[in-house]
């Protein structure tokens, strides 16, 4: 089993619809973040967080919300979709301090807004 | 902001031959760590490569090599005998020493022709 799991791996959704993408980790990590990649923009960064109870938003959080229910799950919301959120969506994590601070990636999601 | 910029959108080798792929960063602080990720068709990201910049040595990982210069801020990834397998987007990616958020270039995609 994959150390970083997304559900869903793909969804196609409609304008407006509310979505939750979901991340859980196995690997004991505190640090969890969600990314967002675009052709031609790379990843860009949407929301992080460091332990249950310090969230932090990213370059492109607008449109999006998270929520960390517990050290190893992480969900990530966008609560009226639209087609500009079309994208590969990843989580990912971390380990604390001491570390490189390299990410470990899940699949990723791939949403598709029509 | 630290900014990562990888100048070529597309890259080609031929198989056994070697590559090599730039990447330059803006940044202020001294101590920080460079990555370089590789994602196949499959889409899952996978580390292929670090650099801590308190060390002068180049990394080494097998056929992948990196060619870091702090003071030009240049890290290029050097893919030597390449394989098939090698054909991905990869990702110069930078980390602050002060902060667990990865920025990502815009990826380079590189292809193996046989």
């Known amino acids: 089993d994959a150390d970083v799991t997304q559900t869903p791996r793909n969804r196609i959704t409609k304008t407006g619809k509310r979505i939750m993408l979901e991340c859980s980790q196995t690997k004991g990590h505190d640090r969890m973040y969600w990314y967002r990649q675009d052709p031609g923009l790379g990843l860009r960064l949407i929301y992080y967080?460091?332990?249950?109870?310090?969230?932090n938003k990213g370059e492109i959080s607008d449109g999006y919300s998270v929520s960390r229910q517990a050290q190893a799950k992480f969900s990530l919301s966008l609560e009226s979709a639209i087609p500009n959120q079309t994208a590969l969506y990843f989580c990912a994590t971390s380990p604390g301090q001491g570390h490189p601070g390299e990410l470990f990636f899940g699949e990723g999601s791939r949403l598709t807004v029509l | 902001a630290q900014t990562v910029t990888q100048s070529q959108p597309e890259m080609s080798v031929q198989e056994a031959e070697t590559v090599t792929l730039s990447c330059t960063y803006d940044t202020s602080e001294s101590d920080y760590y460079l990555f370089w990720y590789k994602q196949p068709p499959s889409r899952q990201m996978i580390l292929v490569i670090r650099q801590e910049a308190y060390k002068q040595q180049n990394a080494t990982e097998n056929r992948f090599s990196v060619n870091f210069q702090k003071a030009a801020k240049s890290f290029s990834l050097k893919i030597s005998d390449s394989q098939l397998g090698d054909a991905a987007m990869y990702f110069c990616a930078y980390r602050g020493g002060s902060n667990y958020k990865l920025t990502f270039g815009k990826g380079t995609l590189l292809t193996v022709n046989p």
């Open positions: 967080s460091f332990d249950v109870k310090d969230i």
